[in-house]
Structure formats: structure tokens, C-alpha cells
T-cell receptor, first 112, second 114 residues
Framework: DQQVKQNSPSLSVQEGRISILNCDYT??????FLWYKKYPAEGPTFLIS?????DKNEDGRFTVFLNKSAKHLSLHIVPSQPGDSAVYFC???????????FGKGTTLSVSS | DTEVTQTPKHLVMGMTNKKSLKCEQH?????MYWYKQKAKKPPELMFV???????INESVPSRFSPECPNSSLLNLHLHALQPEDSALYLC?????????????FGPGTRLTVT
């Protein structure tokens, strides 16, 4: 039973445009959400996070939006760059003590 | 310094071998993790150490044996593995304020069991 779902396995975007990656979750106990980026043969790299008390968090080109009522979050990358091409994982946790639960990932391809 | 290092990068071992994976961090993190990642799948949690004590074991077979000698080091001892154990093994660490948030991952060890 997948608690964190990334329903789009892949996304292709042109350089300079916006990339929007989506993530849904089912466990209402999750209260902290993270996005990781992963290149082949490397470990995941932390990108940005958001607590459930917020609905938006911004860091440079990356913005994460959280809609708790819909149990949905999204990562916006503006403007997209070819170096952003990677697999993006959404992850969630319950700060009461469970570890990260990852989605299956979305492969982003940014073409120049 | 937000680096987690792992050695070796690649490991090929037979089913009767004994080997160890090593992980090190110097960020003062007191929670350390082992994850297993198969191709085209998300990382799956194996073990969590909190303040050098094993706090979570996700029903991992006993052929995998974790060890946390001190707050900076985490080992994973391997013995009598099966070919299906071939995967990328990832180590991560996080601040002690709570498990799960902002884990920093190492580059992983690519393990092949023959």
C-alpha cells in the first residue's frame, strides 16, 4: 500500500519553462514533506522541505506547495535548466518518529 | 560540511563471502540510516540508529547486520547474501531533533551478489 504516490513516471520540459512535479499522500499523520533529487549512481540530494503548518516554501528556483485538504504537494522549478534533469523523489515523515517514506520518483528531462 | 561518505563504491561478492559496508559523517548528526534501493524503485528503509542505538529494524533478514561504533560511523556487515540482495545501499544521517527530516545521503555502495 503506497502511502506516497508520484503518479507521473516522467516529465519533459524545455529549458527556461516551469517544471511542476506532483506528489500525493494518503497518511494524514504525515507532517513533514521533502523533495530529493537523484542523479544516476549517486545518493539522493536534499532539495527543499515543508512542514504541515505551512502551505508554501521557496528556495531560489524551487518552490514547494502543500495542500493538506487534498493531501497533495507539488514542486515547481522556475526556470528549468538542463542540469535539473534527474529523478525527483517526494518523501514524507511523521515527526513522532517514523523515518522517510519515499514515492517512486519522477524522471525530469529538461531540453535546451 | 554536509557530506556523508560511503565505502566501497562498488562491491562484488559471492554468496559465501563476508563483507562490510562503511558510512561516515561529521555533521554531528545523531541519527543514521541504512536504505536499500533497487533499480527504478524508491529507497527502502532497513535500519535506523538513534544516539548509537538501534531504534528501527524494518524486518531485515539476519544476513544483514548493522553496527554503529560511534556517533560518526555506521557499518553494515554482510554474510551469506543472495543474488536478490544486489542493489544500491544508501547511508543517510539527520539532526537529532527528530527522525525523518532532512536526511543527508551518501553516494551509496553498488552491491552485486554472484
Amino acid at each position: 500500500d503506497q502511502q506516497v504516490k508520484q503518479n507521473s513516471p516522467s516529465l519533459s520540459v524545455q529549458e527556461g519553462r516551469i517544471s511542476i512535479l506532483n506528489c500525493d499522500y494518503t497518511n494524514s499523520m504525515f507532517d513533514y514533506f521533502l523533495w530529493y533529487k537523484k542523479y544516476p549512481a549517486e545518493g539522493p540530494t536534499f532539495l527543499i522541505s515543508i512542514s504541515s503548518i505551512k502551505d508554501k516554501n521557496e528556495d531560489g528556483r524551487f518552490t514547494v506547495f502543500l495542500n493538506k485538504s487534498a493531501k497533495h504537494l507539488s514542486l515547481h522549478i522556475v526556470p528549468s535548466q538542463p542540469g535539473d534533469s534527474a529523478v525527483y523523489f517526494c518523501a514524507a515523515s511523521n515527526q513522532a518518529g517514523t523515518a522517510l517514506i519515499f514515492g517512486k520518483g519522477t524522471t525530469l528531462s529538461v531540453s535546451s | 560540511d554536509t557530506e556523508v561518505t560511503q565505502t566501497p563504491k562498488h562491491l562484488v561478492m559471492g554468496m559465501t563471502n563476508k563483507k562490510s559496508l562503511k558510512c561516515e559523517q561529521h555533521m554531528g548528526h545523531r541519527a543514521m540510516y541504512w536504505y536499500k534501493q533497487k533499480a527504478k524503485k524508491p529507497p527502502e528503509l532497513m535500519f535506523v540508529y538513534s544516539y548509537e542505538k538501534l531504534s528501527i529494524n524494518e524486518s531485515v533478514p539476519s544476513r544483514f547486520s548493522p553496527e554503529c561504533p560511534n556517533s560518526s560511523l555506521l557499518n553494515l556487515h554482510l554474510h551469506a547474501l543472495q543474488p536478490e540482495d544486489s542493489a544500491l545501499y544508501l547511508c543517510a544521517s539527520s539532526q537529532p531533533r527528530g527522525l525523518g527530516d532532512e536526511q543527508y545521503f551518501g553516494p551509496g555502495t553498488r552491491l552485486t551478489v554472484t
